[in-house]
T-cell receptor
């Protein structure tokens, strides 16, 4: 079945540091890939997405590129802020029912 | 325009009690989903509904029932709560032309 494996946390960075959270996937067919973010006490929000190979999703300074050859969708940001502290989930959607399969989440804490 | 709302926000039950978690959306979406979030497990799909009057099991349906009352509302019922059902429950919706799911704020349920 479909699965998503993402970097285990927690990840702790200083403000303005470079962020990478690794994500790899296993899926039949050609999935769409997503990063969701969950701020403390809130539900999940879509951060960015990519629907086909070599697409780059970007939002709020975050980027991720759909790499079919390595089945990866790593999340990056050049300079993190304290306000980026949250849990980040990598997810895929494949098949006609559009169900999402999530990774386990990575807790990011950014210190001033 | 409230998006996706969930009630209650918090609930404590004793083992064997029953309750219904409510979800409503004003986004005019056909598809709705129930997930549970547990530490280190990411989000797992309990049930989903592709349209009014239809429901299907997800990854972890045991111990739950759902009702798609109308296009707006999708409820999740625990008939006899167990401590293993202590979790945070999220409802989500999806529009027809997008893979993106929109999440409610969640219900934190504790079963003692």
């Amino acid at each position: 079945g479909d699965s998503v494996t993402q970097m285990e946390g927690p990840v702790t960075l200083s403000e303005e540091a470079f962020l990478t959270i690794n994500c790899t996937y296993t899926a039949t067919g050609y999935p769409s890939l997503f990063w969701y973010v969950q701020y403390p006490g809130e539900g999940l929000q879509l951060l960015l997405k990519a629907t086909k190979a070599d697409d780059k999703g970007s939002n709020k300074g975050f980027e991720a590129t759909y790499r079919k050859e390595t089945t990866s969708f790593h999340l990056e940001k050049g300079s993190v802020q304290v306000s980026d502290s949250a849990v980040y989930f990598c997810a895929l959607s494949a098949g006609s029912n559009y169900k999402l399969t999530f990774g386990k989440g990575t807790l990011l804490t950014v210190n001033p | 325009n409230a998006g996706v709302t969930q009630t209650p926000k918090f609930q404590v039950l004793k083992t064997g009690q029953s309750m219904t978690l409510q979800c409503a959306q004003d986004m005019n979406h056909n598809s709705m989903y129930w997930y549970r979030q547990d530490p280190g497990m990411g989000l797992r799909l309990i049930y989903y509904s592709a349209s009014e009057g239809t429901t299907d099991k997800g990854e972890v349906p045991n111990g739950y029932n759902v009702s798609r009352l109308n296009k707006r509302e999708f409820s999740l019922r625990l008939e006899s709560a167990a401590p293993s059902q202590t979790s945070v429950y999220f409802c989500a919706t999806r529009g027809e032309t997008s893979y993106e799911q929109y999440f409610g704020p969640g219900t934190r349920l504790t079963v003692t």
